[in-house]
């Protein structure tokens, strides 16, 4: 069965790096997203992402924020200076349309920063 | 805007008993709903989705859902408990206008406690 695969399970970085995480999305899906969920809070949106561009994204999302799609398989999300308050396990979704379509997660990255 | 609201952040049922998990939404454009679970160390794994048609859906592991427009909810339920049915569930709203890009608003999570 097709699945999401993110990487690493778990990143602990010092406060002020860059961190990227990785994620495969199914591979004909055609939709991307990234959600971060702080330790005992709700699933919040970060972004999403079609057509290699950015098409929504949250008012988490800001400027230390970045995606990518680089080589057409993986997706990527990168942290420019990482904060404190930036742990989270952050999850990869793939969908193959919008609006009725499932979207499938990856099993999350924990981020640790310390 | 939409938002989605679980009453009860954890759950206890005995096996065997109803699972019943609450879930409230609001939307300004008819939404989609989704029923997603958590099991420990695990990503997210859709139980079931309203979107047209029939109002009572049925997912996976023997859980449904039924949609109520007048009442603005999707309460998700289960007639028998399992040992295997603890984890986090997880209520979430997608726009269904045109020009969306089918990001999810979800719930705070309901976490459902199993005793034999």
């Known amino acids: 069965e097709p699945e999401v695969t993110q990487t690493p399970s778990h990143q602990v970085t010092q406060m002020g790096q860059e961190v990227i995480l990785r994620c495969v999305p199914i591979?004909?899906?055609?939709?991307f997203y990234w959600y971060r969920q702080i330790l005992g809070q709700k699933v919040e949106f970060l972004v999403s992402?079609?057509?290699?561009?950015?098409?929504?994204k949250s008012e988490i999302f800001d400027d230390q924020f970045s995606v990518e799609r680089p080589d057409g398989s993986n997706f990527t999300l990168k942290i420019r200076s990482t904060k404190l308050e930036d742990s989270a396990m952050y999850f990869c979704?793939?969908?193959?349309?919008?609006?009725?379509?499932?979207?499938?997660f990856g099993q999350g990255t924990r981020l640790t920063v310390v | 805007a939409q938002s989605v609201t679980q009453l009860g952040s954890h759950v206890s049922v005995s096996e065997g008993a109803l699972v019943l998990l609450r879930c409230n939404y609001s939307?300004?454009?008819?939404?989609?709903l989704f029923w997603y679970v958590q099991y420990p160390n695990q990503g997210l794994q859709l139980l079931l989705k309203?979107?047209?048609?029939?109002?009572l859906v049925k997912g996976i592991n023997g859980f449904e859902a039924e949609f109520k427009k007048s009442e603005t909810s999707f309460h998700l339920t289960k007639p028998s408990a399992h040992m295997s049915d603890a984890a986090e569930y997880f209520c979430?709203?997608?726009?269904?206008?045109?020009?969306?890009?089918?990001?999810?608003?979800f719930g705070a999570g309901t976490q459902v406690v199993v005793t034999p």
């Open positions: 979704a793939s969908k193959s349309g919008t609006g009725n379509t499932e979207a499938f």
């Open positions: 591979s004909n899906h055609l939709y």
């Open positions: 992402f079609y057509n290699n561009e950015i098409s929504e």
């Open positions: 939307s300004s454009v008819p939404p989609y």
């Open positions: 309203y979107t047209t048609g029939a109002t």
């Open positions: 979430a709203v997608s726009e269904s206008a045109a020009d969306s890009w089918g990001k999810l608003q």
